[in-house]
């Protein structure tokens, strides 16, 4: 689900959605909005409540276009901690609505809403594991998701144990510049 663009595309056109180039905004909408829907979509298990995040999403980007600071990732990163946060709008929004109907929900579970926030975090790491590309996001996928030990990693991949620590490093320090990003963007 990964878009292969070169970085420097990535960040110009960060830059010029910064300064308010409309074409900029459409050109985003045009790369990854299907990125958006997909994720949307696998949250919400709705296309309709995912076009309507998607559309969210990319006004939402129009609006606060000033506290993007273009880099070689920024943008991606950027944009899915919008998502995250109108995925979660959603889900709320959701909730509220159930309560309302429902007078008899006082058997609601009590952890809904940490249910929820997992279920988002675990689709953007999915997302975020996806932009790492291979062979690091499959070493990843297999140490903390199928809790496998490097060595069983190594063995089954046939590739070398310090191989794939270095991927595991590299990865993890990625993912955490990737989520520490979205962070700082919507804390």
Request: hydrophobic fraction near 40%.
């Amino acid at each position: 689900m990964t878009v292969n663009i070169p970085s420097s595309t990535v960040a110009s056109l960060a830059a010029r959605l910064v300064d308010g180039d409309e074409a900029a905004l459409h050109e985003m909408f045009t790369r990854w909005s299907r990125l958006v829907h997909t994720i949307a979509r696998s949250a919400l298990g709705s296309n309709a409540d995912a076009d309507d995040v998607t559309q969210q999403v990319f006004i939402a980007a129009w609006k606060s276009r000033h506290t993007l600071k273009p880099s070689e990732e920024a943008l991606p990163a950027w944009l899915l901690g919008i998502c995250k946060f109108k995925i979660a709008d959603a889900l709320r929004s959701r909730s509220r609505s159930a309560r309302l109907e429902d007078s008899a929900a006082a058997d609601r579970p009590t952890d809904y809403v940490t249910h929820t926030d997992d279920v988002l975090d675990q689709v953007v790491v999915k997302d975020a594991l996806e932009t790492l590309g291979d062979p690091r996001a499959k070493i990843l996928r297999m140490v903390f998701l199928e809790d496998k030990t490097h060595e069983v990693v190594s063995r089954e991949l046939e590739i070398p144990l310090g191989t794939v620590k270095s991927h595991v490093r590299r990865g993890l320090e990625k993912l955490r510049n990737i989520f520490e990003e979205v962070d700082s963007l919507h804390a």
